[in-house]
């Protein structure tokens, strides 16, 4: 069974940093492809960042230049460097986790299976 636990979520000021992780559990983590949405009150749920088995990574326009996903397979974690952060940053985000995911949906979350419960940003101004 997969299993997905994100943490590192909280409160900052705009301008400031926030790194999220994702441990995942259940199966073969190097394997899969992962990645992070976020979803605002009222909103739909929007990709935010993806990295594939081979650790190439992929950015919404929002969030490139700010945002910095990686992954490390020895500790089966999902990380989300965000720096620069802005008030239109406030989510809950979530990890999702697929065994591949065509590179022309890998923002569309009906790709993806396996899903995080989430760990709330809020940015204040």
């Known amino acids: 069974q997969v299993q997905l636990v994100e943490s590192g979520g909280g409160s900052v000021q705009a301008g400031g940093s926030l790194t999220l992780s994702c441990v995942v559990s259940g199966y073969t983590y190097s394997t899969y492809c992962m990645a992070w949405f976020r979803q605002a009150p009222g909103k739909e749920r929007e990709g935010v960042a993806a990295?594939?088995?081979?650790?190439?990574?992929s950015y919404a326009d929002s969030v490139k230049g700010r945002f910095t996903i990686s992954r490390d397979n020895a500790k089966n974690t999902l990380y989300l460097q965000m720096n620069s952060l802005k008030p239109e940053d406030t989510a809950m985000y979530f990890c999702?986790?697929?065994?591949?995911?065509?590179?022309?949906?890998?923002?569309?979350?009906?790709?993806?299976?396996?899903w995080g419960q989430g760990t709330q940003v809020t940015v204040s101004s």
């Open positions: 990295i594939d088995n081979e650790g190439v990574p």
């Open positions: 999702a986790a697929d065994y591949r995911v065509h590179p022309s949906f890998l923002f569309d979350r009906a790709f993806w299976k396996n």
